[in-house]
């Protein structure tokens, strides 16, 4: 199985701080990884998909890049509506895998 | 618009069954691969099966492998997840998704699990 580790786990972050998330896969995925963002008792939403993707919809100071074993999401101006949590899901093989999941919260 | 609500989910004792469902709408159901992913109480996301546009290929995780079945209705766009042999453990919000050329795209509102004596 591929393993998806997420860092980190918890950051604490001001509205209009430059936040970046990593997840390692451990072994060569291509790019195929997405990103979703999750808020409390709701269903997780894509925000970016092929590594780097932006999902229609999404305000642009999301990104994501990489390719292969290590990927990045990028929230370039971290806005109040923003924080959440965020998860990594490799669609590589079977078993897909998420990452653990990094909680942004404010500071 | 897309929507995927999903509905089953109860208070059930270990060892006992439950199928959960999940109803499409807003796209052409039969021509998407669906998913199911978990979230136990304060954990994160776990992908649990998924099965093909036709019904004639799944995947399943291994901590599920023997006791679940996903299986698919296109005639009634739906989808199901039968769940046998429930443990302690499977407890949690159990999603439906929709399945694209880049993985999940499209989430339900979930629907809740509860596997207690």
């Known amino acids: 199985d591929i393993q998806m580790t997420q860092s980190p786990s918890s950051l604490s972050a001001s509205v209009g701080d430059r936040v970046t998330i990593t997840c390692r896969a451990s072994?060569?995925?291509?790019?195929?990884l997405g990103w979703y963002q999750q808020k409390p008792g709701k269903a997780p939403k894509r925000l970016i998909y092929?590594?780097?993707s932006l999902q229609s919809g999404v305000p642009s100071r999301f990104s994501g890049s990489g390719s292969g074993t290590e990927f990045t999401l990028t929230i370039s101006s971290l806005q109040s509506e923003d924080f959440a949590t965020y998860y990594c899901?490799?669609?590589?093989?079977?078993?897909?895998?998420f990452g653990q999941g990094t909680k942004v919260e404010i500071k | 618009e897309f929507q995927l609500l999903e509905s089953g989910g109860d208070l059930v004792q270990p060892g006992g069954s439950l199928r959960l469902s999940c109803a499409a709408s807003?796209?052409?159901?039969?021509?998407?691969?669906m998913s199911w992913v978990r979230q136990a109480p304060g954990k994160g996301l776990e992908w649990v099966s998924d099965?093909?546009?036709?019904?004639?290929?799944?995947h399943y995780a291994d901590s599920v492998k023997g006791r679940f079945t996903i299986s698919r209705d296109n005639s009634k766009d739906t989808l199901y997840l039968h769940m046998n042999g429930l443990r302690l453990e499977d407890t949690a919000v159990y999603y439906c998704a929709k399945v694209g050329t880049s993985g999940i795209h499209l989430w339900g509102q979930g629907t809740l699990v509860t596997v207690s004596s």
């Open positions: 092929a590594a780097s």
């Open positions: 072994q060569g995925i291509r790019n195929d």
């Open positions: 807003g796209f052409t159901f039969s021509s998407y691969a």
């Open positions: 099965i093909i546009t036709t019904g004639a290929g799944t």
């Open positions: 899901l490799q669609h590589y093989s079977y078993p897909w895998t």
